[in-house]
């Protein structure tokens, strides 16, 4: 079943619950109404009977059964009792005749206790009072049917039937409308989401003026889509940077090879060819490892993650940069060391770490005129802050913006060795660790990364 139907019947049945509260209430308090105005009728009747036959002292009753006779429109079959204290039967009348009302001893009795006692008589009702007035002293019954109360319930029944059924009915169809009016904007979102492809990234949704949650919604897949579509962009652009700075060193291998193996050539020869081909694959190796970082930096769920003491793996890469490069030279120093632990130990995967900082560290005293890096480290309460300075080419303000991006190059950097994948796998596993990076870039200054890492006592 669609949502609209759904929506249709939960909405008419909703509806249908209220009425029949509603026609139920009606019904039992219109009924109760016209039994009690009935009942009062009753009692009138009887009241007037009583002062009447109260006022025959010759036991004549050819007035009050005239009077009896004559008020028939006021009720339906009814019928007269009177009888004396003593349970002596005095007067009896009813419009109908065999259709006398007989007062059980049971009835004389509770009139007597109670004055009036309202009771039913063969499918009518009645009332017994028991009448005081100086000499007198007797009890009157008066039975009657409600003619008129029961036509006008039967009628007040069908009236809340057929109000129910219409209702029911009417709001059936309005709730389809009304789902319909809410359902539309749901299918013509679908309908845009699906001419949306991995080609056609640049579709988006519609924005409905109303400030309502289908435009909330609307927002959210579009932000949603140009979070994919710049994710696509990058792998599209990584992936055609990968192939192409893979197939530099394979095609270069592959010519040296199929020159070498069109004539027969000295050992010397073969010696030469044989170095160069090494130094290819050994840069083939250096961007194949480097690929492969990045990709195991891509979820979050794939790496170990413990706690690590930053100062530890800034001493082990300082040692590490100075040792594989000769000439490098990165100087570290800390502006306070604090007395807790937590403050200067992170959680995160120390291998990551490492290699996150061994790349602005080290890139710090390539790209350095005197081939220098100066590193400071900075505890606050909650983040730990690194800083690495250099004194090389300011890079400039657009390419910032560009610098963490796979295999971008800065035009001062084309003649470095590179592949320009060291800052994207550092951002990449700074922010798998909650951190950030920033870049300023001046004459005054020179180049600063600033690290920033929340520490075990920081909430993130």
Do not use: W
């Not at 990584?238 to 192409?244: D, L």
């Not at 180049?447 to 920081?458: D, E």
């Amino acid at each position: 079943m669609s949502i609209k139907y759904k929506i249709a019947f939960l909405f008419s049945l909703l509806v249908t619950i209220i009425l029949t509260v509603v026609s139920l209430s009606v019904f039992f308090f219109s009924a109760r109404e016209r039994d009690n105005a009935f009942k009062k009728r009753l009692k009138n009747r009887a009241l007037s009977t009583a002062n009447v036959y109260a006022d025959i002292r010759d036991k004549n009753f050819s007035v009050l059964k005239r009077m009896d006779a004559a008020a028939v429109a006021s009720l339906y079959n009814k019928s007269i009792t009177i009888a004396s204290y003593n349970d002596v039967l005095e007067y009896m009348f009813s419009d109908t005749a065999g259709d006398s009302l007989y007062l059980s001893r049971d009835v004389i009795e509770r009139a007597k206790i109670d004055n009036e006692y309202f009771f039913s008589y063969q499918k009518k009702k009645a009332i017994a009072i028991h009448y005081v007035d100086g000499e007198s002293n007797f009890i009157v019954a008066v039975a009657a049917a409600d003619i008129d109360g029961r036509e006008y319930l039967q009628q007040l029944r069908k009236i809340l039937f057929i109000a129910i059924v219409l209702a029911v009915t009417f709001s059936f169809y309005a709730g389809i409308i009304f789902a319909r009016n809410i359902i539309n904007p749901i299918k013509r979102i679908i309908g845009d989401v699906n001419l949306i492809t991995s080609n056609n990234f640049s579709q988006r949704i519609k924005i409905n003026k109303a400030n309502d949650e289908l435009t909330k919604l609307t927002l959210t897949f579009n932000s949603l889509l140009d979070r994919l579509q710049d994710s696509f962009a990058i792998q599209r652009r990584f992936i055609s940077n990968a192939s192409h700075e893979l197939s530099t060193p394979l095609t270069s291998v592959s010519t040296q090879l199929e020159v070498a193996l069109q004539k027969p050539r000295t050992s010397e020869e073969y010696q030469a060819v044989l170095v160069s081909v090494y130094e290819d694959i050994r840069e083939l190796q250096l961007l194949t490892h480097s690929l492969l970082d990045i990709a195991k930096t891509g979820s979050q769920g794939s790496i170990d993650l413990h706690e690590v003491r930053l100062d530890e793996v800034l001493l082990k890469v300082i040692s590490e940069v100075q040792k594989q490069n000769e000439g490098f030279k990165a100087m570290l120093s800390f502006e306070t060391f604090p007395d807790d632990e937590q403050l200067f130990t992170v959680f995160g995967n120390s291998n990551l770490l490492y290699i996150a900082l061994k790349n602005i560290i080290e890139n710090g005293c390539k790209y350095s005129d005197n081939r220098q890096s100066a590193v400071s480290v900075v505890f606050d309460k909650a983040y730990i802050f690194i800083k690495v300075v250099n004194s090389g080419d300011v890079i400039a303000e657009a390419d910032i913006q560009n610098i963490f991006q796979p295999f971008f190059r800065t035009d001062s950097a084309q003649q470095k060795p590179g592949f320009g994948l060291g800052l994207t796998l550092t951002r990449r596993i700074l922010f798998l660790h909650k951190g950030n990076i920033r870049v300023e870039s001046n004459l005054e200054k020179g180049t600063i990364f600033t690290i920033q890492l929340p520490n075990m006592l920081a909430k993130v």
